[in-house]
């Protein structure tokens, strides 16, 4: 009997640690600045007091749109990752992201998990955002940047058949997707900028469209993020630094980019 139970507590410890392992090596591997699966731009030049603010899940009205105007009166272009079916569903958000000065990416039709999906889902999904951003705009983009941060070689690979050059971001996600108030994702993105610095917010939750879904708004409620973006702008003026657009950072990198939106580089 104390055989047996030695033996199970044994085997409970050694699947114990290759969960752990297995989860260390997922999120090693996951890693915004892992470069294990290809080459993903992480971060700009670390000797110019320059940041990229960018912004993940959208379209999602009315705080996409107040976020643009939050931008507009700032004076500041940011880039928006955008998911294809709120895209489709709000093109007159993306198409003013454009006109006013701001860059594209995609973010794939629905957010799905690409590592589970095969070559052609990938491209698939690529593909039908890339039209949906083409027919709200006039324009393709060749930005984009994986659901969940989540790729691997077959995800890279066709990403670069596609033309696309994959961004990540260097400043640690502020999880503004569990509704912290507005000043506490300010202190968690500000007090990790450096030069060059890449930050992610969110202006929608993984493209559901809660307006035509009659969901609760609760889930799609990014009123925090709205703020966050003044005060963060507000700080990081104060530091001294000057806000670019990916295809912009890109530029300064000597990256060459096809992205040419209305007013950006």
């Known amino acids: 009997m104390r055989v047996s139970l030695r033996s199970g507590l ?13 989860f260390w090596a997922y999120e090693t591997a996951e890693s915004p600045a892992n470069q294990l699966f290809g080459k993903t731009l992480v971060s700009g030049p670390d000797d110019r007091r320059i940041v990229a603010l960018t912004f993940d899940d959208g379209p999602n009205p009315p705080y996409t749109t107040r976020i643009l105007d939050v931008l507009e009166r700032e004076h500041v272009h940011a880039t928006f990752f955008v998911v294809g079916r709120a895209v489709q569903a709000y093109p007159s958000v993306v198409r003013r992201e454009a006109l006013d000065g701001d860059a594209i ?5 629905n957010h799905a998990h690409l590592i589970v999906l095969d070559a052609a889902q990938v491209r698939a999904s690529l593909d039908r955002t890339d039209a949906a951003i083409y027919a709200a705009t006039g324009e393709h983009t060749h930005l984009m940047r994986p659901p969940f941060g989540a790729r691997d070689w077959l995800v890279l690979n066709q990403v670069r058949k596609l033309g696309y050059t994959p961004v990540m971001w260097s400043v640690p996600l502020a999880r503004d997707w569990e509704y912290p108030p507005a000043r506490v994702i300010e202190e968690r993105i500000v007090s990790k900028v450096h030069d ?47 806000f670019v657009t990916v295809p912009q950072l890109l530029a300064l990198e000597g990256t060459p980019t096809r992205t040419s939106f209305h007013g950006s580089e």
């Open 10 to 22: 044994t085997g409970a410890i050694a699947l114990l640690l290759v969960a752990l392992v297995a």
């Open 105 to 109: 990416g995609n973010h794939t039709w």
């Open 196 to 242: 060059g610095s890449i930050i992610v917010l969110h202006d929608g939750n993984r493209g559901i469209l809660c307006g035509e879904h009659h969901l609760s708004p609760h889930i799609c409620d990014r009123r925090n993020d709205i703020e966050a973006t003044r005060l963060i702008i507000d700080a990081l003026k104060r530091e001294g630094y000057r």
